[in-house]
């Protein structure tokens, strides 16, 4: 069993807000993603990491940042929240096995902006 | 662009009957193929792996097909329970990060 772990499980603000989606794992994965997902649609990458201080952007063009100061923490922040991020927002880590890689989730972040 | 495509939003089966479930895709050449398992409001849970050059893989009741010409993959559950109820998603795998299709949602009635 993964142990990746997500704060806030909900979140509801208000228009202009700023926030940080938490992100943590315990398993030393050096690799980390973030992911949007909206009902019955496909997961969009917005962010990825494959270790401390480094980060990318993924496929889907989004107004938030990430971090990686450490290996266990992933946090996402969006600087000014509008309605257009409410959606749900799923942390993942990966595990290497002969050149391919699992992803572990964590339960994801319920965001609705309003 | 990639694109992948799962075959029906949703599927509705018997208890006790297999479910195939498909994944089409175009535009890519991932070298390994994943499916996992997602339920409501949780984060999806890795089911299987299959690689390029393997034709099928099994796992207690699930069976996974890879054809790289077809570029297409099966994923079959035998004697299907209630309990297999929930959305399950393929992913393509390569040199950059795993992508996603939409997802198959799953209900198996008893």
């Known amino acids: 069993e993964a142990d990746i772990y997500q704060t806030p499980r909900y979140l509801v603000i208000g228009t202009g807000k700023k926030i940080t989606l938490e992100c943590s794992q315990t398993?030393?994965?050096?690799?980390m993603y973030w992911y949007q997902q909206d009902p019955g649609m496909e997961l969009h990458l917005i962010h990825y990491?494959?270790?401390?201080?480094?980060?990318e952007k993924g496929d889907l063009s989004s107004e938030s940042t990430v971090s990686r100061i450490r290996t266990e923490h992933f946090p996402l922040t969006l600087e000014s929240a509008r309605p257009s991020h409410t959606s749900q927002y799923l942390c993942?880590?990966?595990?290497?096995?002969?050149?391919?890689?699992?992803?572990?989730f964590g339960s994801g972040t319920q965001l609705s902006v309003l | 662009s990639q694109k992948i495509e799962q075959n029906s939003e949703a599927l509705n089966i018997q208890e006790g009957k297999t479910a195939t479930l498909t994944c089409n895709y175009t535009?890519?050449?991932?070298?390994?193929l994943q499916w996992y398992r997602q339920d409501p409001g949780r984060g999806p849970v890795f089911l299987l792996l299959?690689?390029?050059?393997?034709k099928e893989k099994r796992k207690e009741r699930l069976k996974v097909t890879f054809d790289t010409t077809l570029k297409q993959s099966l994923f079959h559950i035998t004697a299907s329970q209630p309990a297999d109820s929930a959305t399950y998603l393929c992913?393509?795998?390569?040199?950059?990060?795993?992508?996603f299709g939409k997802g198959t949602r799953l209900s198996v009635i008893a």
């Open positions: 993942a880590s990966s595990v290497e096995a002969g050149a391919s890689e699992k992803l572990f």
């Open positions: 398993m030393g994965h050096d690799k």
């Open positions: 990491s494959y270790g401390v201080n480094s980060t």
């Open positions: 535009n890519y050449s991932p070298a390994y």
């Open positions: 299959i690689r390029e050059n393997e």
């Open positions: 992913a393509l795998g390569g040199n950059t990060p795993l992508v």
